[in-house]
């Protein structure tokens, strides 16, 4: 399967339902500031609160170093990362869901009930995996961002792993996941980046236009004032609609590697899937 009959196996998923899309990225945000705020009251303020400008206006270094707890800090920013992690892995499998469900004639829904479906299937492992992978890609991002983007794209495919074969301990999960990416992360790039550029462009495009207004050319003055207050606007709508995107496209191709990996075995939803691609 092309990425092109990706994209548009992609747009006969979303018919209709886009708006419970929309609706669970909202919650999703929702949830996660919720749950980032509950934390920081339990432990205290997290690290960003303790630097905000605010602090940095109001106190010494010394001052703000004495606010720190490290033992409660390391604690927010695990929580955080494990209920905020659960509620994005449910919210992955939603997807998942959507994709295997939807029949011949585009009819399949995504439900609300997704997102806190990863509390209810071995949330522990799923935990280790989530705490495992995290580590590893933030640490990529911190060695010259190149293996940080790498382990993402080997990395992918792991929550769909989690929730088709359970029964893999967390050293095969890893294992599958890769596996699954070798050979193909080629075209998973070439898949996402047309979105990601568009994202990317839409912040840059405003910041040159500073530039070349501080430079001198009052003639973009007037778009570049517009594009200060457009820009956020489109972001925040685009953003919702690229993680929609990404979902589903994720799951897509990995139902597309699933079946290359293993074309002899029958995985729900293959043949309508697939029929016609391969």
């Not at 792991?158 to 990416?181: A, C, F, K, W």
């Not at 550029?197 to 040159?208: D, E, M, N, T, Y």
């Amino acid at each position: 399967m092309t990425n092109h009959d990706l994209r548009i196996s992609s747009k006969r998923y979303l018919k209709g339902n886009w708006g419970t899309a929309i609706v669970l990225s909202i919650i999703l945000v929702v949830l996660s500031g919720l749950v980032t705020s509950l934390v920081e009251r339990v432990f205290g303020p997290s690290t960003q609160e303790i630097i905000s400008p605010n602090n940095l206006e109001n106190f010494q270094s010394a001052d703000l170093l004495s606010l720190v707890n490290p033992r409660s800090t390391f604690l927010s920013m695990l929580l955080t990362t494990i209920f905020t992690g659960l509620f994005r892995v449910g919210y992955s499998w939603g997807y998942l869901d959507l994709v295997d469900e939807t029949d011949e004639y585009g009819r399949g829904s995504l439900r609300f009930e997704s997102l806190l479906s990863a509390l209810n299937r071995d949330g522990l492992k799923t935990i280790l995996v989530m705490i495992i992978t995290t580590f590893l890609t933030t640490l990529g991002y911190i060695l010259f961002i190149i293996p940080g983007i790498f382990l993402t794209i080997l990395y992918m495919p792991i929550y769909y792993v989690r929730r088709d074969e359970p029964e893999l301990s967390i050293g095969q999960t890893l294992s599958r996941s890769m596996n699954l990416m070798s050979g193909n992360k080629l075209q998973y790039i070439k898949l996402v980046l047309p979105y990601m550029l568009i994202f990317i462009g839409a912040i840059l495009l405003p910041l040159g236009l500073v530039l070349i207004g501080l430079a001198g050319s009052e003639a973009l003055l007037g778009p570049m004032l517009l594009l200060i207050f457009a820009v956020p606007i489109f972001l925040f709508f685009y953003a919702i609609y690229f993680s929609i995107k990404l979902e589903i496209l994720n799951a897509s191709f990995y139902r597309h590697v699933l079946v290359s990996y293993n074309p002899g075995e029958n995985y729900q939803g293959e043949d309508i899937h697939y029929q016609g691609y391969e």
